[in-house]
């Protein structure tokens, strides 16, 4: 089983969560107007998937060119990272992770299933059940 950019619509808008070939949600999107916009945000994850990564959890972390994914901290003290396009706009985001080498694997997992994920609309899957 491949994996899958499933279109949701929020209260905001539309969001996609990129779920590996397990089902397991590796990202989610930035909310956006339309399906249409939301299909494009998918097509983009496609193609900078095998961006470099930039680890800011380190102290004199080495600067990458976007588009790039950053490993930083949050609030909780987590490991997190996001996916910025070429123009620095945040893409799609990660969970918390207790450990970099987790993160690390969330990103890995995007490498992986990104470019060859179908992209489904949420309401027309539950329709096809």
């Given at each position: ?32 107007s339309s399906v249409a ?93």
């Amino acid at each position: 089983m491949a994996g899958k950019y499933v279109i949701r619509k929020t209260n905001a808008g539309f969001k996609f969560d990129l779920k590996s070939s397990n089902g397991e949600v590796v990202a989610t999107s930035m909310v956006y107007s339309s399906v249409a916009e939301c299909k494009s945000g998918a097509e983009l994850v496609r193609t900078i998937a095998a961006a470099e990564i930039e680890d800011q959890t380190l102290e004199d972390f080495e600067k990458k060119e976007c588009p790039k994914y950053e490993i930083y901290l949050d609030k909780c003290n987590e490991y997190r990272f996001r996916l910025k396009d070429a123009s620095g706009d945040i893409i799609v985001v990660g969970e918390g992770y207790k450990s970099k080498a987790n993160c690390k694997n969330g990103i890995a997992s995007i490498k992986k299933h990104a470019p060859d994920a179908e992209v489904v609309e949420l309401s027309k899957l539950l329709a096809c059940l």
